[in-house]
């Protein structure tokens, strides 16, 4: 029996293709999503790109879900706009990433020092943690906290 070439034709164009497999490694994810989202302010874009919809959050303040991380940032950032995230440095090890960054919500506010960390999976940030310190006025050192 012979097969239409149009038949052929329209089921590979009804395949769905799949997606390239990451080239990235999940130090690069993380840098790309913290500096998308951090930085650049782009909640939605840097979350739809970067984060799993079954994203795990385990922060007790914040829902699960990458849905509901944008339906709480973006508001957050829209009411604002003085915040300020400075990443400091970023550490991987393996598929977990560690970004120590500086949050300020206006120039004349001392901060928080927090530490994100994101286990990556397929190019994909799949689950995170964070621990959030603020800036004394007076520290027992002079070393800083960045």
Known sequence: ??????FMAALVAATPAHAAPCKLKPKDVATRFMTEF???KQVRKAFETW???GYIQHNPMAATGRDAAI???EPFFAQNPGVNYAIKRIIADGNLVAVHAHGRFSVED???AVV???RIEKCK???????VQPVP???ANTNGMF
């Open 110 to 112: 001392r901060g928080m």
């Open 125 to 131: 940030v799949m689950e995170h943690w964070d621990v």
């Open 1 to 6: 029996m012979r097969i239409p070439l149009t």
């Open 71 to 73: 339906a709480f940032l």
């Open 116 to 118: 994100d960390i994101l």
């Open 137 to 139: 006025e007076k520290a």
């Open 38 to 40: 951090y930085i650049n």
């Open 51 to 53: 984060v799993d919809p």
